[in-house]
């Protein structure tokens, strides 16, 4: 068969995609491939101190899949504390856990339901607390030499989320 003869159209499986293109197609009319995104994991996790090992888990399986090995030692040791403490200020309450690769940086953000407090000097004890129970994570963190921190979520949000940025 002739390069340039019609050839039988490829299909795929879902009707909404785009015909594959033809193997005989001139180069500069196949569609260009996209850069990978890098890694993007998230995961939502019941609000139980046994997700840690989950959350664990999971980060090190991406880690390692996409060749950030170097990363595992910080990003396990953050996901585990990130998690079980979280789990503990919200028990039984679902945990949303976001891991992003970007620009040589590995970011953990996780995000709890724990309400927000109308007394400012429960709110304040609330928060000293939260943070000295995340001492481990600080150590870690500072000595990566990455930043970490908590805020409220944004309305019409509610919860907390807490943050862990490991430079590369």
């Known amino acids: 068969m002739h390069p340039y003869a019609p050839q039988p159209r490829r299909t795929a499986l879902c ?6 293109p033809d193997v005989a197609s ?5 569609p ?21 090992a989950v959350g664990r888990h999971a980060v090190t399986a991406a ?9 595992a030692w910080p990003a396990t040791l953050a996901v585990t504390e990130l998690i079980a403490v979280n789990a503990a200020l919200t028990p039984g309450r679902e945990l949303y856990l976001s891991l992003r690769h970007r620009d040589g940086d590995l970011r953990l ?13 429960t709110l304040a004890l609330c ?15 500072d000595d ?4 970490w921190g908590t805020s409220e979520a944004p309305p ?13």
Not at 63 to 71: F, I
Request: proline share 16%.
């Open 63 to 71: 880690l390692s899949t996409y060749g950030l090995r170097s990363h």
């Open 32 to 52: 260009k491939p996209r850069p990978h995104p890098g890694l993007v994991l998230s995961l939502t996790l019941p609000g139980d101190p046994r997700s840690a």
């Open 144 to 147: 990566w030499g990455g930043d």
């Open 109 to 121: 953000v996780l995000w709890d339901q724990h309400p927000h407090h109308a007394d400012p000097d």
């Open 156 to 168: 019409p949000h509610q919860g907390t989320r807490t943050w862990a940025l490991l430079p590369q």
């Open 15 to 20: 009707p909404a995609r785009p015909p594959l």
């Open 127 to 141: 928060e000293v607390r939260r943070r000295r129970a995340l001492w481990l994570l600080a150590a870690v963190v």
């Open 26 to 30: 001139p180069p500069h009319l196949r």
